[in-house]
């Protein structure tokens, strides 16, 4: 009888003490060509230009990030350069759009993860509008304007990731929407004001627009609009850039609407469509973050590992000592679970005729709390060290912990997506 030889060698032709090093990207097996080229473009991107323009950008104030004259301009600039676009992703098969899309922006994450999501958010007027099927905004608008989205409002947090009211509480009211839209003679009219937390509101050219529908009876916020507005459309104006926490390099600021007036062509959904349009932006924007993450929590990996074995303690390099070692492990598999789950989201979604928001809501969630408290250890293996502007740690740190607010509170997503493995069809 005859043996299959199992694994790429047989096991007399190993070491006599086995051992084989991750890669840069710890265990990630072979890619396509193509990916892996563009891989490499990327990380050479965000070890050369992010992460330079990032920590140079946290210094600075709010409005200082936001003024033209900034090196978040530069930063954007050469992004383009790359040539990553909607033409581009729409030559891809899905199968390819699936795997390169969070290898995208993990890569993002790992060179500075304000500067990734600038990038999520200056790309969304155009990427919804492919997917909302709106030839005008793809034809009449430039991909190098920058985006930004506008979705919270003052009163209305992670309200706006629930359309339907399912979690609202029975002794609740949403309240007067802050912002609203009203359809008029092949016109959007909107009045209102959107949060202090829109993505690129203080530097954004290109608004994609979530907000109440007026009605026969007032303000629907069930019912909506999905609109893309120009930022340059008169009666828009802005708030001061907003100072914050973390992700420093991603400008966010207020909007507000005083009769702006778009055409109907403008629009990407109305109030027939509006939970769909809310849906679909959320499914997208869960995978996202779950991938810039995944990419924050490998960095501080990366760092730590590195600082781990150049740090001597004791008279030997710390990773030396156990407690350091069993804590590099735990942060490794933390990233690596991150990296697997988002990837397998984000493959699955693309391929499904329609994504599952409940799994996407897992990536974002996963990722974020694992990058956070990859961070938070590295941290804690810098030492004093870590809490200094010489070492880069705290300010990944920093990032880490915003994102477990933005794009939706961790603790609300766990409801919306509790909510979503409901199936009636069981409990009649």
């Known amino acids: 009888m005859t043996t299959a030889v199992l694994g790429n060698l047989p096991v007399q032709e190993w070491a006599s003490s086995p051992r084989t090093a991750l890669g840069p990207w710890g265990a990630e097996p072979p890619l396509p060509a193509e990916v892996t080229g563009l891989r490499a473009t990327l990380r050479r991107f965000a070890t050369e230009v992010m992460r330079p323009i990032g920590q140079e950008l946290d210094r600075l104030s709010a409005a200082e990030v936001a003024d033209p004259k900034s090196r978040l301009f530069e930063f954007h600039r050469r992004y383009s350069e790359l040539g990553i676009n909607m033409e581009a992703l729409g030559r891809m098969g899905a199968e390819e759009r699936g795997l390169l899309f969070p290898i995208l922006f993990e890569e993002l994450g790992w060179g500075d993860a304000g500067l990734a999501i600038s990038i999520g958010a200056r790309i969304l007027p155009h990427y919804m509008a492919a997917k909302m099927g709106n030839r005008f905004i793809l034809e009449t608008y430039s991909e190098d ?27 609740g009211s949403y309240g007067r929407p802050g912002c609203v839209a009203r359809i008029d003679d092949g016109h959007v009219i909107i009045n209102g004001q959107k949060a202090a937390w829109v993505s690129n509101g203080a530097i954004g050219e290109l608004c994609i627009l979530f907000c109440a529908a007026e009605g026969p009876d007032g303000p629907d916020p069930k019912r909506g609009v999905c609109v ?93 000592h156990q407690d350091v070692a069993k804590r590099l492990f735990h942060m490794l598999r933390k990233t690596e679970l991150s990296s697997a789950l988002t990837r397998r989201v984000a493959m699955f979604n693309t391929l499904e005729p329609v994504p599952a928001l409940q799994a996407a809501m897992l990536a974002k969630v996963t990722a974020t709390e694992h990058s956070l408290e990859v961070a938070s250890e590295a941290l804690q293996i810098f030492g004093g060290n870590g809490l200094t502007h010489e070492y880069p740690i705290e300010k990944i740190f920093r990032d880490a912990r915003t994102s477990l607010i933005e794009d939706g509170c961790n603790h609300v997503l766990a409801l919306k997506g509790g909510a979503q493995l409901i199936d009636e069809s069981r409990l009649a």
């Not at 304007?145 to 002794?171: K, N």
């Not at 966010?252 to 939970?275: C, K």
């Open 145 to 171: 304007l920058l985006g930004c989205w506008a979705i919270t409002e003052p009163d209305h947090g992670s309200d706006s990731l629930d359309p339907g009211q399912v979690l609202q509480h029975p002794l």
């Open 228 to 320: 893309v507005v120009p930022m340059d459309a008169t009666g828009v104006t802005r708030g001061k850039p907003l100072e914050k926490l973390g992700q420093r390099a991603l400008p966010q600021g207020e909007i507000f609407f005083d009769n702006v007036r778009v055409s109907t062509d403008h629009l990407l959904a109305g109030p027939d469509d509006f939970q769909r349009a809310v849906y679909a932006i959320h499914a997208d924007a869960n995978v996202l973050m779950g991938a810039v993450f995944t990419g924050v929590a490998r960095a501080a990996y990366d760092l730590a590992l590195d600082y781990a074995h150049e740090r001597k303690q004791g008279g030997v390099p710390i990773i030396r």
